[in-house]
């Protein structure tokens, strides 16, 4: 079993910044991909970034390339989203979610995922 907790969400004005963490523990942490979704009200959870057990491969949603950034510390069980240039439509609740079924690049399907964490919301003021 993997335990998955986020934390670093908050309000920000857009254009602004902010850097979500992501600590797993249970099992050991470079045997994971993770990955970060988003969900907003009334709508499915949105894929928007992830990277794989090494670090070495990362994919991004088109809607936050550019301006997110994934890295992960294997070393202190955690994985980062940093977010610039934050938009209005960028206010959502993150879930940061684990998988030790990817042997190669890490999935981009929420249903590929086998643990999740409880989600810390963003929110993007004008």
């Known amino acids: 079993q993997v335990q998955v907790v986020e934390s670093g969400g908050g309000l920000v004005q857009a254009g602004g910044s902010l850097r979500l963490s992501c600590k797993a523990s249970?099992?050991?942490?470079?045997?994971?991909?993770m990955g970060w979704f988003r969900q907003t009200p009334g709508k499915e959870r949105e894929f928007v970034s992830a990277?794989?057990?090494?670090?070495?491969?990362?994919y991004y949603s088109d809607s936050v390339t550019g301006r997110f950034t994934i890295s992960r510390d294997n070393a202190k069980n955690t994985v980062y989203l940093e977010m610039n240039s934050l938009k209005l439509e960028d206010m959502a609740v993150y879930f940061c979610?684990?998988?030790?079924?990817?042997?190669?690049?890490?999935?981009?399907?929420?249903?590929?995922?086998?643990?999740w964490g409880q989600g810390t919301q963003v929110t993007v003021s004008s």
């Open positions: 990277v794989s057990r090494s670090g070495g491969i990362a």
């Open positions: 249970g099992r050991t942490f470079s045997n994971f991909a």
């Open positions: 979610a684990a998988t030790g079924r990817a042997d190669g690049g890490p999935p981009r399907l929420a249903r590929d995922y086998e643990y």
